[in-house]
């Protein structure tokens, strides 16, 4: 009696299957919006952390920082200005007071979803960032549809992508601001309207 043995399949034929499967063109509205993402995310990242190290932000009476700036710097570096309104609106709500500064001139999009994320990242700061970041990938996602739509072209997709991800003031895509939803709402629109 002769066995025959069975076919082997090489170890890493799955991995090799999805990287095919990634490297589709038909997909590149994800993996080239995505690799956007990630490099740019990467470098504004860490020059926001070395930043923060060389040059540590201006504390005191007036200037709004994390109440977390002991522990966790990777999140303080992304909480300035206008974020401590839109954190204080997700931990206690709109309030107003006549004749001082009040958070009812704050949209409330952005805190709503940043209070929906808050049980998953476990903070309002960490749930803003996240929000932000996963706005800006959407975002990315439909520029690049958008812009193949109607140049027909990926080389032109992909730099636009990466174009608006690496610009100068995108770093604010990451902090807890709006800009990232806003982007994500208006290519969004756009190009459901194409």
């Known amino acids: 009696m002769t066995t025959q043995p ?3 399949r090489p170890m890493l034929a799955p991995l090799q299957h999805a990287l095919g ?8 509205w994800l993996t ?11 470098v504004v990242f860490a020059a926001a952390y070395l930043g923060e190290i060389a040059l540590p932000s201006i504390t005191g009476e007036g200037f709004y920082q994390a109440d977390q700036v002991d522990t966790n710097i990777w999140l303080d570096m992304w909480a300035r200005w206008d974020s401590g309104w839109y954190i204080g609106i997700v931990e206690g709500g709109y309030f107003f007071q006549p004749g001082l500064q009040s958070s009812v001139a704050f ?3 952005y805190p709503l979803l940043t209070s929906l994320l808050e049980p998953i990242a476990g903070s309002p700061l960490a749930a803003g960032v996240l929000l932000s970041n996963l706005c800006l990938l959407g975002a990315l996602i439909f520029l690049y549809l958008l812009t193949d739509l109607e140049f027909k072209d990926s080389a032109t997709a ?4 990466f174009y608006i991800a690496a610009f100068p003031t ?9 800009e990232s939803v806003f982007l994500l709402f208006a290519v969004g629109t756009l190009y459901f309207a194409r």
């Open 32 to 42: 080239r919006a995505l690799a956007a993402f990630l490099v740019t995310r990467l």
């Open 107 to 109: 949209f409330p999009l």
């Open 21 to 28: 499967w990634l490297k589709a063109p038909a997909r590149y």
């Open 158 to 161: 992909t730099r636009t992508v």
């Open 170 to 178: 995108a770093f604010f895509f990451s902090a807890v601001y709006t």
């Open 6 to 8: 069975y076919p082997r």
